[in-house]
């Protein structure tokens, strides 16, 4: 049976956090990074100046409230009490966050749209570990809860669109949680999402990022925002990015696959990790929060992204493990449509689930 369309549906209410926390939870829970308090504070700022602004008073600015809070110098002069208490972590001491990018030209913004990348962030606080697995967008698989709308399965990257598209309890991220959690056993606790522009605006806040590029990229039907074409080629080596750069090199797929993309991704994202360690991130907090608001959303709070990041600062790098299904794990298959997708191999799958998974 053909998917039906989705009807318009209301505008719905979800948690926007203040912009940096999707970079909060990428730089403190797999991290490591020292400053991640500093991060986390942020919205103890941003609550304080709305009180100001509603006393009528001047608001401090954001530096200055950050030295208050995490000294910079020193000798602290004001010692400032936080508006909430860390969230405990949880008894297992393990965390698994949905990471989404969602597929958003400028001109979609606020419709229901289709995620681009799908990673799985599992920190493992008592061991001072991180996992990221990647998952292709293009696998086929089964879709819960849109039977009433005669879809049972479809690409996984679709559970997005339909959750928000018709207007589901949780919307899109729930839909996708589920989605992650029925095909392959892994159940989630979080989510965050961060859309196309954000991604390209945080990275050059960063001053861009630099990657060791494995191989010749070379893509001559490219999409652009316009619906059109280009050639984009990217040489070997050493590569200094910025945004606009690192977004291309991480969705291109036509000279190989999805799941070759999916591992650039993940480069992607672990160079803005080493990008963050090796600059004056205090120095470029009010610019990092001024292009990122408003491009991520979650379901964390801020006491929570403060837990996850004071136990993340003690994860090395060298702690940081990363899983892809490739490949070699999927059969490749034509939908009735005249799609090209991916169907699970499970068997195959299986073992790197279950190292995914796995406590030292």
């Known amino acids: 049976m053909a998917n039906p369309s989705p009807q318009p549906r209301p505008e719905r209410a979800r948690r926007r956090l203040p912009g940096l926390t999707f970079l909060v939870l990428i730089l403190a829970a797999i991290v490591g990074l020292n400053l991640c308090l500093t991060f986390g504070f942020i919205g103890y700022y941003l609550a304080y100046r709305a009180r100001a602004i509603a006393a009528n008073e001047t608001p401090a600015p954001l530096l200055e409230i950050l030295q208050t809070v995490v000294p910079i110098g020193p000798e602290p002069t004001v ?21 989404l990018g969602k597929d958003e030209r400028p001109d979609e913004a ?33 879709l819960p809860n849109l039977e009433a709308y005669g879809i049972t399965e479809g690409r996984i990257n679709t559970a997005y669109y339909y959750g928000d598209a018709f207007d589901l309890p949780g919307g899109g991220p729930r839909l996708a949680m589920d989605a992650v959690t029925l095909n392959f056993g892994i159940s989630l606790d979080h989510y965050a999402i961060i859309n196309f522009q954000g991604f390209v605006e945080i990275v050059d806040a960063l001053g861009g990022i630099d990657i060791d590029v494995p191989e010749r990229i070379y893509d001559d039907r490219f999409p652009t ?12 080596g050493y590569q200094h990015m910025d945004g606009v750069t690192a977004l291309r090199y991480a969705r291109t797929r036509h000279q190989d696959s999805d799941t070759e993309r999916v591992k650039r991704q993940q480069l992607v994202l672990l160079a803005i990790r080493d990008k963050a360690l090796s600059i004056d991130a205090v120095s470029r907090l009010p610019e990092i929060y001024s292009v990122a608001e408003g491009s991520f959303e979650t379901d964390m709070t801020l006491p929570t992204l403060i837990s996850y990041g004071l136990e993340g600062q003690r994860v090395d790098r060298s702690q940081i493990t990363t899983y892809v299904i490739d ?23 299986a073992p790197v689930v279950e190292a995914f998974l796995a406590v030292p």
Not at 80 to 99: C, D, H, K, Q
Not at 226 to 234: K, N
């Open 79 to 99: 010692t400032v009490t936080p508006l909430a208490s860390p969230t405990p972590i949880p008894a297992t001491g393990i965390v698994n966050v949905l990471l």
């Open 327 to 349: 490949q070699d794990m999927l059969a490749a298959w034509t939908t009735p449509g005249g799609a090209n997708v991916w169907i699970p191999q499970r068997a195959r799958i």
């Open 110 to 142: 606020g419709e229901p749209t289709r995620t681009d990348t799908m990673m799985i962030l599992r920190a493992d606080f008592d061991n001072h570990t991180a996992k990221l697995l990647a998952l292709p967008r293009d696998m086929w698989v089964a």
């Open 225 to 236: 925002d316009d619906y059109r074409y280009m050639t984009l080629v990217i040489e070997p």
